[in-house]
């Protein structure tokens, strides 16, 4: 592949680290986003070759200005790695909308703001690569992490919208859907709503208890996902979702067959409306 320039949120930690570090191996320029400056000065010095730019996604505000300021600085951006995110665990009755505020605020409106700084500028270049992070869990779901997979839906939906009205203009929009993963995002980048309705005890805590137990040792290896999204992007004819894990593919057909199932059994009274 043509050495690219990547813009990738999220670059110190997890997946964006895994890709930006993957990237530069192979050659490409790499802009990565950081949200203080301790973790601008960790990237520098974790890839030296990186260049590492201050951006919180949800400062919607000053947005366009990094985005100008990158290009002016390191030259046009060829992909996009919307990758900025983290997850919410919580029993939707016990979770305040202030948490589902700010994990919209991040996953979507974050992610939504950063690719409309790119899309302008790759609509007239006629040519780029947007690579929104949403997950598995944008197309099935799981008791205790509604507002995730709220958020992750609402991503994944925007996202075949973008892809949609960026063809024409040679633009390319996938939505990359990770299983689980040996990242932080079921750690210290998760936001953990306390308990605080015992009914709910015999439901939660086991999912609960099993995800912390499983952290670390997930089956998904962030390296070799980010070796995945290089061949993504290499790609002339990008699918609009791409499923990364084992774990993700197995959960995604089971929910699609049963979507299919339930479709027919409801059949009649679907049609019932039409006239």
Not at 177 to 184: E, L, N
Request: overall charge negative.
């Amino acid at each position: 592949m043509t050495a690219r320039t990547f813009f990738i949120t999220g670059a110190n930690s997890g997946f964006g680290f895994a890709v930006a570090r993957a990237a530069l191996e192979a050659g490409h320029e790499v802009i990565g986003t950081v949200r203080s400056e301790a973790a601008r000065s960790a990237l520098s010095e974790r890839l030296p070759r990186s260049h590492a730019v201050l951006c919180d996604v949800t400062d919607f505000d000053r947005i366009e200005a990094t985005v100008q300021q990158a290009e002016d600085d390191f030259g046009p951006v060829d992909v996009l790695i919307n990758n900025a995110g983290y997850g919410h665990e919580g029993v939707l009755e016990e979770s305040p909308l202030s948490e589902m505020q700010r994990q919209f605020d991040v996953n979507v409106f974050g992610a939504v703001a950063v690719a409309k700084a790119f899309l302008p500028r790759f609509r007239k270049r006629r040519s780029g690569f947007v690579v929104n992070v949403t997950s598995m869990g944008g197309l099935i779901t799981m008791p205790g992490i509604a507002y995730y997979c709220g958020s992750k839906f609402a991503l994944q939906g925007i996202s075949e919208v973008m892809r949609a009205e960026m063809a024409p203009f040679g633009v390319h929009v996938t939505a990359l859907c990770p299983g689980s993963f040996r990242t932080d995002w079921a750690g210290r980048s998760m936001v953990r709503t306390e308990r605080s309705i015992a009914e709910y005890d015999a439901l939660f805590d086991p999912i609960r208890a099993a995800r912390q137990n499983k952290h670390g040792a997930q089956l998904g290896d962030p390296e070799k996902l980010a070796d995945a999204v290089l061949t993504l992007v290499a790609s002339e004819n990008p699918p609009p979702q791409l499923l990364l894990g084992s774990d993700a593919l197995g959960l995604v057909r089971k929910r699609l067959q049963a979507m299919l199932q339930e479709i027919d059994d409801w059949e009649p009274l679907t049609r019932s409306t039409d006239g």
